[in-house]
């Protein structure tokens, strides 16, 4: 990693390598080490950073560091990766930036840890006196949506609109979803937002919006099923007559919550 380090500092010497790109595969190599390791690891490139500061300038910087908190994040270990952050930009005097917390928030997504998310906004806009971007308003709709109250989800949604941000496709097909699940008639008006706005609206969106949830095959299922109706609605229609069978339900599919 030193050796690493110090062709880094010579590619951006002369102008290159200072896009986050270039050490996205760092982080993702690091991180397939296992949990442990990778915090040794990162603990190590931290320490050569910090001693040879003088030596290296152009290698430190809040790319290099992001992409080592990303490292901690993508081993499963977010409590470490939010102690590190809050220590280490400090320490070698890097001013972090929206793109450094949105890599941190991220890991909320993941871990959905909604009480962590809220923390990390408010230290980006009071302590930093940054503006969130589109991604983070994003990941904090989607870390809501998570949650068993999710009408935070909204809050964000009409921020990030004040902001003149276009939310995503998959955010509002998210929204949808999460609504069509509990019933919240709020999914019909999140459909029109999306067809207002020019987003293809798939059948199979609009069906699971329709159908409060349930998923186009367990619909399938349900108009072809013969029989007993109330012994067939999560059957498909191969399945029926077979005598002693049980009956298999099928589940609605998970919310992806990954962006």
């Known amino acids: 990693w030193p050796v690493a380090l110090n062709v880094l500092n010579i590619m951006r010497e002369h102008g290159y390598g ?14 397939s080490h296992g949990a442990e390791k990778t915090e040794a690891i990162v603990d190590s490139i931290f320490n050569y950073m910090l001693k040879n500061k003088s030596k290296i300038p ?14 901690v994040v993508m ?21 972090r930036t929206p793109e450094s917390y949105d890599s941190l928030l991220r890991g909320c997504l993941i871990a959905k840890n909604k009480t962590l998310a809220e923390t990390l906004l408010t230290m980006l806009i009071d302590t930093d006196k940054l503006k969130p971007t589109k991604s983070i308003y994003e990941r904090m709709i989607l870390i809501s949506l998570s949650q068993f109250n ?3 989800a909204f809050v964000y949604l009409e921020a990030m609109k004040a902001q003149a941000m276009v939310p995503s496709w998959k955010t509002y097909s998210t929204l ?4 069509a699940r509990v019933r919240d008639p709020r999914a019909r008006v999140a459909l029109k937002e999306m067809e207002d706005m020019g987003y293809h609206v798939t059948e199979a969106l609009k069906s699971f919006a329709d159908s409060h949830g349930r998923s186009a095959r367990y619909n399938n299922q349900h108009k072809n099923a013969v029989g007993d109706v109330s012994g067939s609605v999560g059957s498909s229609s191969n399945e029926q007559g077979k005598k002693g069978n049980k009956e298999k339900k099928t589940p609605a599919f998970d919310i992806d919550f990954t962006v």
């Open 18 to 31: 200072k896009q986050s790109m270039t050490l996205r595969s760092m982080g993702q190599i690091i991180a």
């Open 58 to 71: 152009f290698a430190i910087d809040s790319v290099t560091l992001d992409a080592l908190v990303s490292a």
């Open 75 to 95: 081993s499963g270990k977010l409590s470490l990766a939010d102690n590190l952050f809050k220590q280490w930009y400090s320490q070698l005097s890097v001013k």
């Open 150 to 152: 999710y009408e935070d």
């Open 176 to 179: 949808v979803r999460r609504c």
